[in-house]
């Protein structure tokens, strides 16, 4: 029998969790959210939905994963309630689909890193061009995936820690760098008004659902990803106060990364609401208004964190699938991370086809009768992080409350913190599991379900109501 590797310290679990958790979504996802729902409104509800909604879920990932020492499917086995398995299996799917995206994406960053280091600011311009090249595209994703299945290979104190107590700690160092410099930078000033003085007449019910579904996806949960790396975290850690810290660090660091985007965005005189170009198009034509050596330092610099903060991400998508491949399937621990790594890279190979290089998959398919075809891409998110995730975190919250329940909960929380049992936090998180977290994600459900495959927009029949 292999003895379970664990992360060796405290710190090494937060913070490989948190790397994890911070990632495009915080850096790349957050900011153009906040710029499309309207600024600092929907930063206070990203706050509210982190803490309510998210915290509990995060907690109960950890303790089911702490007390089995299993994988996210063998987990639920473990627990003895095998039905429940398929909340493991579809987060492995989901795990599958969503690196074979993410990948993509960080490959973009990393492009974005190798093109500004030579000096190239003009690929700001041919954000297109360059997402339809599909030999760079193909082999920026195959480094990166590769990169990724390194560390996963390394083992989990040895990969995953010791690359994320490196790669964290310098991801932060850069961006308050960034910040500061952005500071400094003529009509700074009118960004971070954008971004932190609230208009609440901005939001929308809209809002409020991107707010919350940024918050899911952005603190890694509803696959089993915390399931995994709660599987790895030793029986004298205090969970529920650890999590506490990673959705600190994690909004912490989405929040920084505000203060550096929106002065950059403002100096230039760009509209905030850019969408999914807010970094990739526009940012490298800021950077070169710094001049050629600043610009070159700033923009290189700031990809290169991208890379980093998708890197550690990727890394907890792909443990999922492969600590699956190793508990269940009893496969070693290179080959299961070197064979889910090519997997999952063939698995992306129309996504990367489909952001401009065949017609076919860009334009692929009109989901719930609407008249515009979605790329191959825009399909699996929908998919994947619309559908699964939101689908997860419902079961894991019904399976957490109704099947596992609560004593049970408290107990594997108390291991580790003897003064869980009747503190303050324990109700907030029963409380919260009970009737919050549900109840949000089956109406997110009924909502996305409704609206990206039978074509029904429920959010706008709402708001027409209070009109
Ligand atoms: N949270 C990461 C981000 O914000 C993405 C991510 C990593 C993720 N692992 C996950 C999302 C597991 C959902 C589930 O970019």
Same mark, same amino acid.
């Given at each position: 029998?292999?003895?379970?590797?664990?992360?060796?310290?405290?710190?090494?679990?937060?913070?490989? @969790?948190?790397?994890?958790?911070?990632?495009?979504?915080?850096?790349?996802?957050?900011?153009?959210?906040?710029?499309? !729902?309207? %600024?600092?409104?929907?930063?206070?509800?990203?706050?509210?939905?982190?803490?309510?909604?998210?915290?509990?879920?995060? *907690?109960?990932?950890?303790?089911?994963?702490? $007390?089995?020492?299993?994988?996210?499917?063998?987990?639920?086995?473990? =627990?003895?309630?095998?039905?429940?398995?398929?909340? !493991?299996?579809?987060?492995?799917?989901?795990?599958?689909?969503?690196?074979?995206?993410?990948?993509?994406?960080?490959?973009?960053?990393?492009?974005?890193?190798?093109?500004?280091?030579?000096?190239?600011?003009?690929? !700001?311009?041919?954000?297109?061009?360059?997402?339809?090249?599909?030999?760079?595209?193909?082999?920026?994703?195959?480094?990166?995936?590769?990169?990724?299945?390194?560390?996963?290979?390394?083992?989990?104190?040895?990969?995953?820690?010791?690359?994320?107590?490196?790669?964290?700690?310098?991801?932060?160092?850069?961006?308050?760098?960034?910040?500061?410099?952005?500071?400094?930078?003529?009509?700074?000033?009118?960004?971070?008004?954008?971004?932190? *003085?609230?208009?609440?007449?901005?939001?929308?019910?809209?809002?409020?659902?991107?707010?919350?579904?940024?918050?899911?996806?952005?603190?890694?949960?509803?696959?089993?990803?915390?399931?995994?790396?709660?599987?790895?975290?030793?029986?004298?850690?205090?969970?529920?106060?650890?999590?506490?810290?990673?959705?600190?660090?994690?909004?912490?660091?989405?929040? @920084?990364?505000?203060?550096?985007?929106?002065?950059?965005?403002?100096?230039?005189?760009?509209?905030?609401?850019?969408?999914?170009?807010?970094?990739?198009?526009?940012?490298? %034509?800021?950077?070169? @208004?710094?001049?050629?050596?600043?610009?070159?330092?700033?923009?290189?610099?700031?990809?290169?964190?991208?890379?980093?903060?998708?890197?550690?991400?990727?890394?907890?998508?792909?443990?999922?699938?492969?600590?699956?491949?190793?508990?269940?399937? $009893?496969?070693?621990?290179?080959?299961?991370?070197?064979?889910?790594?090519?997997?999952?890279?063939?698995?992306?190979?129309?996504?990367? =086809?489909?952001?401009?290089?065949?017609?076919?998959?860009?334009?692929?398919?009109? =989901?719930? !009768?609407?008249?515009?075809?979605?790329?191959?891409?825009?399909?699996?998110?929908?998919?994947?992080?619309?559908?699964?995730?939101?689908?997860?975190?419902?079961?894991?919250?019904?399976?957490?409350?109704?099947?596992?329940? $609560?004593?049970?909960?408290?107990?594997?929380? @108390?291991?580790?913190?003897?003064?869980?049992? %009747?503190?303050?936090?324990?109700?907030?998180?029963?409380?919260?599991?009970?009737? *919050?977290?549900?109840? =949000?994600? %089956?109406?997110?459900?009924?909502?996305?379900?409704?609206?990206?495959?039978?074509?029904?927009?429920?959010?706008?029949?709402?708001?027409?109501?209070?009109?």
């Amino acid at each position: 029998m292999v003895i379970r590797d664990h992360f060796n310290s405290r710190i090494g679990f937060i913070l490989a @969790t948190a790397g994890s958790a911070v990632g495009l979504g915080n850096i790349w996802g957050f900011p153009f959210s906040v710029g499309n !729902g309207g %600024g600092a409104a929907f930063v206070v509800m990203y706050l509210i939905f982190c803490f309510i909604l998210c915290y509990p879920i995060m *907690v109960v990932e950890f303790a089911i994963g702490r $007390k089995t020492q299993k994988d996210a499917v063998g987990a639920f086995v473990a =627990l003895g309630y095998g039905k429940w398995k398929f909340i !493991g299996i579809m987060g492995v799917f989901a795990g599958v689909f969503i690196l074979s995206f993410y990948n993509v994406i960080a490959a973009w960053a990393f492009g974005y890193f190798l093109e500004i280091v030579r000096g190239n600011f003009s690929i !700001g311009d041919s954000f297109a061009a360059f997402t339809a090249d599909w030999k760079r595209v193909g082999s920026l994703s195959f480094i990166f995936m590769g990169l990724t299945a390194f560390i996963v290979a390394r083992g989990v104190s040895a990969g995953i820690e010791v690359a994320t107590k490196i790669l964290m700690p310098t991801l932060f160092l850069i961006i308050v760098g960034l910040v500061i410099y952005a500071f400094t930078l003529p009509n700074a000033m009118q960004g971070i008004e954008f971004y932190l *003085v609230p208009d609440f007449s901005n939001v929308t019910i809209s809002t409020v659902y991107s707010a919350l579904g940024q918050a899911f996806f952005s603190l890694s949960l509803g696959m089993g990803a915390l399931i995994t790396y709660g599987s790895y975290v030793q029986k004298n850690q205090n969970l529920a106060r650890s999590g506490v810290a990673i959705v600190l660090v994690d909004v912490g660091i989405a929040f @920084t990364a505000g203060l550096m985007i929106f002065p950059f965005v403002f100096y230039q005189g760009l509209p905030p609401n850019g969408g999914m170009g807010l970094i990739f198009a526009t940012l490298p %034509g800021v950077f070169s @208004t710094l001049g050629s050596i600043i610009g070159i330092v700033i923009g290189a610099v700031f990809f290169l964190t991208l890379s980093f903060a998708a890197l550690t991400s990727t890394v907890s998508l792909l443990e999922v699938p492969v600590a699956y491949v190793i508990d269940e399937l $009893k496969i070693d621990r290179t080959r299961a991370a070197w064979g889910t790594a090519l997997l999952v890279f063939i698995v992306g190979i129309p996504t990367m =086809l489909s952001q401009g290089a065949v017609p076919e998959l860009s334009q692929f398919i009109a =989901l719930g !009768g609407s008249q515009v075809k979605i790329s191959f891409m825009a399909l699996v998110v929908n998919f994947a992080n619309n559908t699964l995730l939101p689908l997860g975190g419902f079961f894991i919250a019904v399976f957490a409350v109704y099947v596992w329940r $609560k004593e049970n909960l408290n107990a594997e929380l @108390t291991v580790g913190d003897p003064d869980f049992s %009747g503190s303050l936090s324990q109700k907030y998180i029963s409380f919260c599991l009970r009737y *919050v977290c549900p109840v =949000l994600l %089956g109406l997110v459900l009924i909502v996305t379900i409704s609206q990206t495959y039978f074509g029904l927009n429920l959010l706008e029949k709402i708001e027409a109501l209070f009109a």
